[in-house]
């Protein structure tokens, strides 16, 4: 049974600093790309930062590029989301999608909100 479960959501101050985990099972993590997506109250879902299957490249959207990191461990067949100097407008739903080819996985999201 596929599952990726995301975690390590919450509330967090502007300017401070999260990470968000995404362990995944029931698929061969190594052989996927994985990525982060997000998606605010009334807006639709967009890409937050992928990572290749073998970490070889990763890319980010440019609202977050040299805030938030994405990395994974094949060891412990999870992806991460460090997200640093966080803003109001980072508030959103985050999810995380593991690709190959024609197949695609989602998480069922974790809540990140950014408010004083």
């Known amino acids: 049974q596929v599952q990726l479960v995301e975690s390590g959501g919450g509330l967090a101050q502007p300017g401070g600093s999260l990470r968000l985990s995404c362990a995944a099972s029931?698929?061969?993590?190594?052989?996927?790309?994985m990525a982060w997506y997000r998606q605010a109250p009334g807006k639709g879902r967009e890409l937050v930062a992928g990572i290749g299957s073998n970490g070889g490249w990763t890319n980010y959207a440019g609202s977050v590029k040299g805030r938030f990191t994405i990395s994974s461990d094949n060891a412990k067949n999870t992806a991460y989301l460090q997200m640093n100097s966080l803003r109001r407008e980072d508030t959103a739903v985050y999810y995380c999608?593991?690709?190959?080819?024609?197949?695609?996985?989602w998480g069922k999201g974790t809540l990140v909100t950014v408010s004083s």
């Open positions: 029931g698929f061969t993590f190594g052989s996927y790309t």
């Open positions: 999608k593991a690709t190959m080819g024609f197949n695609e996985y």
